[in-house]
């Protein structure tokens, strides 16, 4: 399904290391051949962990991976065009220290803000897409984060697509306040209106989702999937830890569990994402526009 | 006062809580109506109809509780997935019966534990914050203590958003702002500061249309200005086109968090 040349379109992996996501993920800093999974412990090579979508070929672990790698391998080649790229947050409340954590999610994430949108075909079938990052300040949501989702639902609308998202996030900014808190309620007003026009939406969760992102378009889908074993959860599981006074259930807010529970489609690994995407896109293609 | 003592004052003990509130401002009219019919009924969530003025109304408050037993019972203030959707219910009713929608926000924020999560806590906010976008009929939030995070937007997703003067609003407690960045819960005060979560911060962000200033103690006088500003309040936006309601509802969110820069002109920004 993968043709090799997409992988040319990903960043080498010595740069993909440097990112911080590489690092934050993987508590063992990899030398250049070898990576130990963090699920099963076997070393990996870090060539065939790249050439496997950063999944482990020994027990099938998904390796976090960022947004450009994301795009690369869910839609065709060439054909992603971002759109509203040069935004980025500024220190509205004058937070401590948050300018120097912006100037630092920019240079260790390449990215001007936690999430990546645009335009793209996947099998040939248009579609907006965004993509969050988790190497940006965990994917925490800003007002930018929030704009950004905002501005590629509005013109999904505008244009008649359907729109993905992938979903990774550590919850609000609070560094930017309660305006980081409003973004919720922005981004599902723009999410609605989507739906109201009989658009489709899907959102694909990543480990981890939590928090207002949870709260908000990520749970909002017409359909919703998630790669197998990601949190996903409103509170994160230390929060409840503390509030309950007990330690949680071993596989509690996971993909499968919130499966069981009822929240989410299905679970789908990385390797069948595309192929499931693009099924489901054309299955909400009118008949003849194929 | 300082943020921190406004905090204080807003998780005050002997603050009136939703169901003053109620009780005050819609006497007996008020008629209690529970349960999500999904699951059970979250005693954190007190809602149902009145009457202000002799205009019906659906009214919905999330209730801490005035004294240990009652907080016991209520959960503090901390609704379950089962609360917001009784919530969602009722504006559904309200929106059938073109019925005003008044709510009570008091919470530390919704409740983090087991049942919660297996639930869905973030499905059952999302859900409220997407429908509340649309929902034909005029919705009208008061802060009257603490607004925590999401907890607090999933009933103030609103045409107006007023704030009681030493009342809260923020994305996290100060509390937890402090741990997670500092490591330092000494530092709640100066995090409650950073925050900018006090009613006036908030008005000067454009977050609320209003505040309310307050008596020494909240009394009658309170409550009675209250009543009339909500009435004349709901009773404008009833005339007003549904269309016009919800653009400017959603315009109104729209518009919050535009302050942001483009790379290119990053380093020269001027204001
Ligand atoms: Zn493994």
Same mark, same amino acid.
């Given at each position: 399904?993968?043709?090799?040349?997409?992988?040319?379109?990903?960043?080498?992996?010595?740069?993909?290391?440097?990112?911080?996501?590489?690092?934050?993920?993987?508590?063992?800093?990899?030398?250049?051949?070898?990576?130990?999974?963090?699920?099963?412990?076997?070393?990996?090579?870090?060539?065939?962990?790249?050439?496997?979508?950063?999944?482990?070929?020994?027990?099938?672990?998904?390796?976090?991976?960022?947004?450009?790698?994301?795009?690369?391998?869910?839609?065709?080649?060439?054909?992603?065009?971002?759109?509203?790229?040069?935004?980025?947050?500024?220190?509205?409340?004058?937070?401590?220290?948050?300018?120097?954590?912006?100037?630092?999610?920019?240079?260790?994430?390449?990215?001007?803000?936690?999430?990546?949108?645009?335009?793209?075909?996947?099998?040939?079938?248009?579609?907006?897409?965004?993509?969050?990052?988790?190497?940006?300040?965990?994917?925490?949501?800003?007002?930018?984060?929030?704009?950004?989702?905002?501005?590629?639902?509005?013109?999904?609308?505008?244009?008649?697509?359907?729109?993905?998202?992938?979903?990774?996030?550590?919850?609000?900014?609070?560094?930017?306040?309660?305006?980081?808190?409003?973004?919720?309620?922005?981004?599902?007003?723009?999410?609605?209106?989507?739906?109201?026009?009989?658009?489709?939406?899907?959102?694909?969760?990543?480990?981890?989702?939590?928090?207002?992102?949870?709260?908000?378009?990520?749970?909002?889908?017409?359909?919703?999937?998630?790669?197998?074993?990601?949190?996903?959860?409103?509170?994160?599981?230390?929060?409840?830890?503390?509030?309950?006074?007990?330690?949680?259930?071993?596989?509690?807010?996971?993909?499968?569990?919130?499966?069981?529970?009822?929240?989410?489609?299905?679970?789908?690994?990385?390797?069948?994402?595309?192929?499931?995407?693009?099924?489901?896109?054309?299955?909400?293609?009118?008949?003849?526009?194929? | 006062?300082?943020?921190?003592?406004?905090?204080?004052?807003?998780?005050?003990?002997?603050?009136?809580?939703?169901?003053?509130?109620?009780?005050?401002?819609?006497?007996?009219?008020?008629?209690?109506?529970?349960?999500?019919?999904?699951?059970?009924?979250?005693?954190?969530?007190?809602?149902?109809?009145?009457?202000?003025?002799?205009?019906?109304?659906?009214?919905?408050?999330?209730?801490?509780?005035?004294?240990?037993?009652?907080?016991?019972?209520?959960?503090?203030?901390?609704?379950?997935?089962?609360?917001?959707?009784?919530?969602?219910?009722?504006?559904?009713?309200?929106?059938?019966?073109?019925?005003?929608?008044?709510?009570?926000?008091?919470?530390?924020?919704?409740?983090?534990? !087991?049942?919660?999560? @297996?639930? $869905?806590? %973030?499905? =059952?906010? &999302?859900?409220?914050?997407?429908?509340?976008?649309?929902?034909?009929?005029?919705?009208?939030? !008061?802060?009257?203590? @603490?607004? $925590?995070? %999401?907890? =607090?937007? &999933?009933?103030?997703?609103?045409?107006?958003?007023?704030?009681?003067?030493?009342?809260?609003?923020?994305?996290?407690?100060?509390? $937890?702002?402090?741990?997670?960045?500092?490591?330092?819960?000494?530092?709640?005060?100066?995090?409650?500061?950073?925050?900018?979560?006090?009613?006036?911060?908030?008005?000067?962000?454009?977050?609320?249309?209003?505040?309310?200033?307050?008596?020494?103690?909240?009394?009658?006088?309170?409550?009675?200005?209250?009543?009339?500003?909500?009435?004349?309040?709901?009773?404008?936006?009833?005339?007003?086109?549904?269309?016009?309601?919800?653009?400017?509802?959603?315009?109104?969110?729209?518009?919050?968090?535009?302050?942001?820069?483009?790379?290119?002109?990053?380093?020269?920004?001027?204001?």
């Amino acid at each position: 399904m993968f043709t090799p040349d997409i992988f040319n379109f990903m960043k080498p992996k010595n740069e993909l290391e440097k990112q911080g996501e590489w690092l934050e993920t993987h508590p063992y800093v990899p030398d250049e051949l070898w990576v130990k999974c963090p699920s099963c412990k076997n070393m990996l090579l870090t060539s065939d962990l790249e050439d496997n979508m950063k999944v482990c070929s020994k027990c099938g672990h998904h390796f976090r991976i960022n947004a450009r790698y994301r795009i690369n391998i869910t839609v065709d080649d060439g054909t992603f065009e971002e759109m509203d790229s040069e935004l980025t947050s500024k220190n509205i409340l004058d937070f401590p220290d948050y300018s120097q954590k912006l100037q630092k999610a920019k240079i260790s994430s390449c990215e001007n803000e936690s999430v990546i949108c645009g335009t793209a075909e996947i099998d040939r079938s248009r579609t907006v897409i965004c993509v969050m990052d988790s190497s940006f300040m965990m994917g925490s949501m800003g007002t930018v984060t929030g704009e950004k989702i905002t501005r590629a639902f509005e013109y999904a609308t505008e244009n008649s697509l359907p729109v993905i998202v992938f979903a990774v996030s550590g919850g609000a900014r609070m560094q930017e306040g309660i305006l980081s808190l409003m973004q919720m309620a922005k981004t599902s007003g723009a999410v609605k209106r989507h739906s109201d026009k009989g658009l489709l939406y899907i959102t694909v969760l990543t480990d981890p989702t939590t928090g207002g992102v949870t709260a908000s378009f990520a749970m909002e889908g017409d359909i919703i999937l998630s790669e197998p074993k990601a949190l996903i959860g409103f509170a994160g599981p230390r929060v409840i830890e503390q509030t309950i006074r007990q330690k949680l259930p071993k596989d509690f807010q996971t993909a499968e569990f919130v499966l069981e529970k009822g929240f989410i489609d299905a679970v789908v690994s990385r390797k069948d994402m595309k192929k499931t995407l693009s099924e489901l896109l054309k299955l909400h293609e009118k008949e003849g526009n194929r | 006062m300082s943020a921190i003592d406004r905090v204080n004052a807003a998780r005050a003990n002997n603050r009136p809580t939703s169901i003053d509130y109620i009780t005050k401002i819609f006497g007996d009219s008020f008629f209690e109506l529970h349960g999500d019919r999904r699951f059970g009924d979250d005693k954190a969530i007190v809602s149902g109809i009145a009457r202000l003025n002799g205009l019906p109304v659906t009214v919905i408050g999330i209730e801490k509780g005035r004294n240990l037993n009652e907080r016991m019972e209520r959960n503090f203030g901390m609704a379950h997935p089962e609360g917001y959707r009784k919530a969602l219910r009722l504006m559904k009713q309200a929106e059938k019966f073109r019925r005003p929608v008044i709510c009570f926000v008091d919470t530390s924020g919704a409740y983090c534990g !087991i049942g919660a999560e @297996e639930r $869905g806590q %973030g499905q =059952a906010i &999302a859900e409220n914050l997407m429908e509340m976008m649309t929902l034909k009929t005029p919705i009208l939030s !008061i802060l009257i203590g @603490e607004g $925590g995070s %999401g907890g =607090a937007l &999933a009933l103030a997703v609103a045409d107006e958003v007023w704030m009681l003067e030493n009342a809260v609003y923020s994305v996290i407690s100060p509390e $937890g702002c402090a741990s997670i960045l500092w490591k330092d819960a000494a530092k709640t005060a100066e995090a409650s500061e950073c925050l900018k979560m006090t009613s006036q911060d908030l008005f000067s962000l454009g977050v609320i249309e209003r505040i309310i200033r307050e008596p020494k103690d909240l009394d009658s006088k309170l409550f009675d200005g209250l009543k009339n500003l909500i009435s004349q309040t709901v009773r404008k936006k009833l005339e007003q086109p549904v269309d016009t309601l919800l653009d400017n509802r959603y315009n109104r969110f729209r518009r919050l968090g535009q302050d942001f820069v483009t790379q290119d002109d990053a380093p020269t920004d001027t204001e």
